[in-house]
């Protein structure tokens, strides 16, 4: 009975699950092109919401991208020579950029004072709209990245050897994974303010029914509900993710 090489089974494992993680990351970006298609065309959401969802839409997208190269990077090394990296040759070590992380943070809470405002502002909010302050709130957070892509641009240090050996070299468990914890506990606080303008809304509608409020005012409640119910279901399927 012919044995199998442990290095050579070890490589074909890490082919494996890299060329599932291509595979992955691939599906999600086609979704999420689908998706930043539907919130151009559609109308459903109010503008500054809209633009924040746009917005958002895109760095996950961006995320997509960077995981894609990070993956085919490591698809093509799995075969290759391992040993040590170079520190100066440790591109794509993280698992994604803090630039791009801190995007995950700021269009959520962009997202939370914008619902605040509709849900205190909501007999004149359906008029109430000022789409450049949006655009430049949320345009001035992709500085950072886009000088970080620059910066890469210029330096062009792709990682000669193994990308793992990179990675494990430099940081340790909890570095690898400090921003994973960061985003999951805003989002958890997130999610339960935008669950406790959900309920505020909703008392409110109740309210607008038994007072027969003019139609304006009850759509934007009805539109505050269910935006919030939406944001707090996608950041609660996040946190499960």
């Not at 959900?198 to 539109?223: A, G, P, T």
Request: proline share 3%; hydrophobic share 45%; with cysteine.
């Amino acid at each position: 009975m012919e044995l199998t090489d442990p290095e050579e089974s070890s490589d074909s494992a890490t082919f494996a699950i890299h060329s599932m993680h291509l595979a992955i990351c691939t599906a999600a970006f086609a979704f999420n092109s689908f998706l930043l298609y539907l919130l151009n065309k559609c109308s459903a959401f109010h503008t500054h919401m809209k633009i924040i969802m746009i917005n958002q839409t895109m760095a996950v997208m961006a995320a997509d991208v960077y995981l894609l190269l990070r993956s085919t990077l490591a698809l093509f090394q799995s075969y290759g020579a391992k040993g040590t990296v170079p520190v100066d040759e440790c591109a794509f070590s993280t698992s994604v950029p803090d630039s791009l992380c801190m995007l995950f943070i700021w269009f959520p809470f962009l997202l939370v004072v914008e619902r605040f405002y509709a849900s205190q502002n909501y007999q004149d909010y359906e008029n109430n709209e000022a789409p450049i302050i949006f655009k430049l709130l949320c345009g001035v957070m992709w500085i950072p990245m886009g000088a970080e892509i620059i910066a890469f641009c210029f330096s062009l240090s792709f990682p000669s050897e193994d990308l793992h050996g990179c990675q494990y070299t430099r940081q340790s468990h909890m570095q690898r994974n400090a921003w994973f914890v960061i985003i999951a506990v805003f989002s958890a606080i997130f999610s339960l303010f935008f669950k406790v303008l959900e309920l505020i809304n909703k008392r409110i509608e109740n309210h607008s029914v038994r007072n027969d409020y003019v139609f304006s005012c009850r759509y934007q409640i009805r539109e505050n509900v269910r935006t919030c119910r939406f944001a707090f279901s996608l950041l609660k399927n996040e946190l499960l993710s």
